[in-house]
């Protein structure tokens, strides 16, 4: 059970926001949204003014945002 002072990580669902961490990902630091979830890695869709990509990263890659 987690300490009162410290957030829980909020798990990663499709359709729930989150960020990449991994600094040797090209795309750390974007944040984007999970469209579906399979074998522990999440298809993920990235969307920036006038382009979206959708990219497969590790679930481990990841971090829910709250």
Not at 15 to 37: A, E, F, L
Not at 60 to 65: K, T, Y
Request: contains cysteine; charged residues 10%.
């Amino acid at each position: 059970m987690p300490s009162p002072s410290q957030d829980p990580v909020p798990p990663v669902l499709p359709g729930s926001s989150v960020t990449v961490h991994d600094p040797c990902s090209i795309y750390y630091g974007y944040t984007g949204i999970v469209q579906r979830i399979s074998d522990q890695r999440a298809a993920v869709l990235f969307e920036g003014g006038n382009w979206d990509k959708l990219v497969t990263l590790q679930l481990g890659q990841l971090q829910g945002i709250h």
